[in-house]
């Protein structure tokens, strides 16, 4: 009787396909736990490089108000026609004080 065997054999096949089949869902979990990672990974850089760029905006901000201060600081201290070059004069300006001319030593100031 050949029946028996083709049976067992069938089984046995069965058995085998059971296996490779938990093999692949293991495979693929382990994938989808690899991939969640990785997932999880890019939305910390992607948060870490948001975080970065806003300190960059705020340090740019910051870098503009400096260099317009720069500028009005530049405009504020000028070289009247007559001047030595060891002396910068404060010409009239709407910040200054009453005094109509003040002369500063050059090396009262900030060297640049």
Do not use: C, Y
């Amino acid at each position: 009787n050949n029946n028996g065997f083709d049976l067992v054999e069938r089984d046995a096949t069965i058995f085998q396909l059971q296996e490779q089949v938990d093999e692949l869902k293991e495979v693929h979990e382990t994938q989808i736990d690899h991939s969640n990672g990785l997932l999880w990974e890019l939305d910390v850089a992607k948060k870490n490089l948001q975080a970065t760029k806003r300190a960059l905006d705020s340090a740019s901000e910051a870098l503009e108000a400096a260099t317009d201060d720069l500028k009005s600081a530049n405009n504020f201290f000028m070289l009247p026609p007559n001047a030595s070059s060891r002396k910068l004069t404060i010409l009239d300006h709407p910040k200054t004080l009453p005094t109509s001319r003040l002369t500063i030593p050059s090396n009262h100031l900030a060297h640049r």
